[in-house]
């Protein structure tokens, strides 16, 4: 039964960790930038979701309004003041990763100073368990959390394969060359992958802070599983990084089920590791030539 | 008034050391290390062990601290620097998180949570080294000496292909070089002389513990070495010093409130890391403002 | 054959290509390349290439763009695994090894993007060409190390880059890039290069410079092989010209026979 459980915890979590892992993925495939600051997006979302609730008092559909437009905003001005300067000076992997860094210290810090450092989460009666069968528990937001990346994965899916600025998304990242010849600017799409990128950890930042609870260093923990989930995953690849978020979820889960939670965040890495050495290009990544 | 700048010295030599070391693989290599934390823990707990069980004598603590750090650094290097240098960013943030893992629940090794008390004073040649101003002047030596050391290296044939490796990887393979072996090689390197920082800083503070070896010091250390200016001998030692000084530095402005100064300081050094990237990537040091990466 | 006897009793032949006079049928082959192919997820970039190389004379590949030129090149020197084929190297099979091997077995090349180091001064550039050795120094002390010096600054007079020695790369003009990428070539103790596009883009003096420079390197001894788009190039440099198109192989022989031919012509000037 504690099997069961964690198995269903796993795939909430995991659930969470393939949307912002997609995220990821999208940004660094097309735009080739390493966002390491995308935590920090992830951390944004959730702590404005929580003020608008609780500081503001608003109701829950202006609090997600008010939490993916900041994702979106963050995510598309840190493109155009950071990224967009750095890459007409000289842009190389190391400068923009520096610089992404940096930010998410600087958003980190903040959220803790403006918000306090504690664990923090929003009440609501959608996270009260209900033993389904025994020894199971099932909270609304479990289930919920699992269908609404079904459903972003979906709209995403459609987005990607059926708009124009879509394939221009899936076209920046195999051949940004061929993009400009189609008439669309390499420019706008970063914009556009950015935008979109950040828009996907929305429902993640939103169930974290209904559910588990937040603290300023959750955008820090949410990057790296998404980077170990794009690596194991495959880079260019956003269906293994959903993939791959999910069995890491699991993964942790499962693991505090047996060596205890101290070791979750390892296995996490032990993961990456192995794929590291055995299998670089991950589940389904493209040959990793130099 | 002497005991705190003597103590802040110290200190800086110390993180001068691993800024140093990184800026080796960082500045000239090309190679982001997240994990250089983890080998100056590991210096750090070695030199203890071998202080407390075997002998506080500087020459047999600080070799076989050298050895364990350069042997695990090969754990990190073998697999990740035969791939794209994404990976190895990724691979090193993992070492770091195990690696904090790990010493804080290898407890007999390092003593878990609590870490490792009653580190008896170092000795060299059988002479204790307890003083102060001794143990200044021995971190002096020892950074001088790993000064001397990379410096040379860099103006080597070594250095050359550090730095080929870093401005075209596929240009320096098609130069022959076989550049698993020379990035693996400085990695080893690295690691081993950042250990010596390690064992410097566990006798010179007789207690270690987690805390000084996590993640939080890896950014440190990062921010020294590109704030202070990357592939620049200068660069690494401003900017530990400067990163030291920060701290003591801010408890002046007296209108900033005290219990944020943590916070603070690390929002500057993130806004330093951000505003130089733009402006001048090269960091503080650099000879032309576009930075010599 | 007997043609071209009668030519060259009649006039004097001109002196296009490197210099080499005869049949280039008869050179040795240095570098073969048999049924190459590379397949990158469904689209066949090089369809079963097999092509010679021979010792003292300048080859030009030609094709438009987006024909498997540099791809080729990249197999040969193990940039890129190949599907299917090999290719040999001086009778030993170089398929699929480490590039850094290929390198010091005498395969040379630059790059279309010339990838120089960009942070490093010209002498640095040169100097690690003559460096491949991973250890931590070179052997041979001050006194191999004052010829490496020496080499450094022959090669820089013939480049005209001697005032340059100490500056950055980066901080090159144009031309120079081009002459230090050929340069660092120089500066290696390789019997094949292989030249992408290096020509590309320099003014008349800087190119007849480029073109002499490669002709005394072959008369050294060294087998060039060149992608070039130029025409003039090409009709200037080639001893003999390979013709690629969308991964194939279209023609490989003398300048005057391939030049002539309408068909290629029409592919390589994009009429289908």
Request: proline share 4%.
């Amino acid at each position: 039964m504690l099997f069961l459980q964690l198995l269903a915890n796993g795939l909430q979590v995991g659930a969470i960790y393939a949307l912002t892992a997609a995220g990821f993925s999208l940004i660094f495939g097309s735009t080739k930038i390493f966002h390491f600051a995308h935590g920090a997006t992830f951390a944004i979302a959730a702590y404005l979701f929580h003020f608008a609730l609780t500081g503001l008092g608003l109701h829950w559909t202006f609090a997600v309004a008010v939490s993916a437009t900041s994702a979106v905003v963050f995510g598309v001005l840190l493109d155009r003041f950071m990224y967009a300067p750095i890459q007409r000076h000289e842009g190389s992997f190391f400068t923009v990763f520096v610089a992404s860094f940096g930010i998410g210290i600087v958003v980190q810090n903040l959220l803790g100073s403006v918000f306090g450092r504690g664990f923090m989460s929003v009440p609501t009666p959608l996270s009260n368990s209900v033993e389904v069968i025994p020894g199971l528990y099932l909270s609304p937001l479990n289930g919920l959390a699992i269908l609404c990346a079904i459903a972003c994965f979906a709209a995403l899916h459609f987005f990607l394969t059926r708009t124009f600025t879509g394939k221009g998304l899936r076209a920046l990242s195999e051949n940004p060359e061929l993009v400009r010849t189609f008439g669309l600017s390499p420019r706008r799409l970063s914009t556009y992958a950015f935008a979109l990128g950040s828009l996907l950890v929305v429902p993640g930042a939103i169930f974290t802070a209904a559910g588990t609870g937040i603290n300023p260093a959750v955008g820090h923990h949410v990057m790296l599983i998404s980077l170990a989930a794009t690596i194991v995953g495959g880079i260019g690849s956003l269906r293994g990084a959903a993939c791959a978020g999910l069995l890491i979820g699991v993964a942790e889960n499962l693991a505090m089920w047996k060596l205890g939670t101290q070791w979750s965040e390892a296995i996490t890495f032990a993961i990456l590791f192995f794929f590291i050495i055995f299998k670089p290009s991950g589940f389904f990544g493209r040959a990793t030539v130099s | 008034m002497t005991a705190y700048i003597l103590n802040l010295l110290v200190l800086i030599s110390v993180y001068a050391i691993l800024s140093t070391t990184l800026n080796f693989i960082i500045g000239y290599a090309g190679i982001f290390s997240l994990a250089h934390a983890v080998f100056f823990g590991i210096g750090g707990y070695t030199a203890a062990l071998v202080a407390m069980h075997v002998t506080p004598e500087f020459f047999v603590a600080v070799p076989v601290a050298m050895a364990a750090a350069a042997v695990t650094s090969l754990l990190l290097a073998l697999p990740a620097l035969r791939v794209r240098g994404e990976y190895f960013v990724a691979a090193s943030l993992g070492l770091q998180v195990l690696a904090v893992t790990l010493f804080s629940e290898w407890k007999s090794f390092t003593g878990g949570l609590g870490g490792v008390i009653g580190i008896p004073a170092v000795e060299m040649f059988g002479y204790p080294v307890y003083k102060p101003w001794q143990f200044l002047l021995m971190s002096l030596i020892c950074l001088t000496i790993i000064i001397v050391i990379i410096r040379t290296l860099v103006h080597t044939s070594f250095g050359r292909s550090l730095k080929a490796i870093r401005d075209s990887e596929s240009a320096a393979l098609a130069s022959g070089k076989n550049i698993t072996v020379i990035k693996t090689l400085s990695v080893v390197l690295s690691s081993a002389l950042a250990a010596v920082a390690g064992a410097l800083y566990a006798f010179y503070m007789s207690f270690i513990n987690v805390e000084s070896f996590m993640l939080d010091t890896s950014v440190l250390v990062m921010a020294m070495v590109i704030i202070g200016g990357t592939a620049t001998i200068l660069g690494p030692l401003l900017g530990a010093a400067l990163l030291m000084l920060m701290p003591s530095a801010l408890t002046y402005l007296t209108f900033l409130p005290q219990t944020e100064i943590g916070s603070i300081q690390q929002i500057v050094y993130g806004m330093a890391m951000v505003l130089l990237m733009i402006f001048r990537p090269g960091g503080i040091v650099s000879s032309h403002p576009g930075g010599s990466k | 054959m007997s043609v071209q006897l009668n030519t060259a009793l009649e006039t004097p032949k001109p002196v296009p290509g490197s210099g080499f006079t005869g049949s280039t049928d008869d050179q040795k082959v240095l570098l073969e390349i048999s049924h190459l192919s590379k397949n990158f997820g469904g689209l066949q970039a090089i369809s079963d290439v097999s092509l010679n190389l021979r010792a003292g004379i300048i080859t030009t590949l030609v094709g438009p763009n987006g024909a498997g030129k540099t791809t080729l090149f990249n197999m040969i020197t193990g940039h890129i695994p190949p599907t299917e084929g090999n290719v040999r190297w001086q009778g030993e099979s170089v398929i699929a090894k480490a590039p850094w091997k290929i390198a010091r077995a005498g395969i040379a090349r630059t790059f279309q993007d010339l990838r120089l180091f960009t942070h490093m001064t010209v002498e640095e550039n040169i100097l690690t060409m003559m460096e491949p050795g991973s250890w931590l120094w070179q052997p041979g002390g001050k006194s191999r190390k004052a010829k490496r010096l020496d080499k450094v600054s022959r090669i820089l007079e013939r480049t005209g880059l001697t005032d340059k020695r100490h500056t950055r790369a980066l901080d090159l003009a144009y031309a120079e890039r081009k002459f230090l990428s050929l340069a660092r070539i120089m500066a290696t103790d390789s019997r094949l290069w292989l030249l992408d596009e290096p020509a590309s883009g320099l003014d008349p003096n800087s190119y007849n410079l480029f073109l002499q420079l490669l002709r005394e390197e072959v008369k050294e001894g060294i087998t060039v092989c060149i992608i070039e788009h130029n025409l003039d190039i090409v009709v200037n440099i080639s001893d003999r010209i390979a013709f690629l198109d969308q991964g194939k192989l279209l023609a490989d022989g003398e300048p005057q026979t391939i030049l002539n031919d309408p068909a290629l012509a029409a592919i390589y000037f994009g009429e289908r």
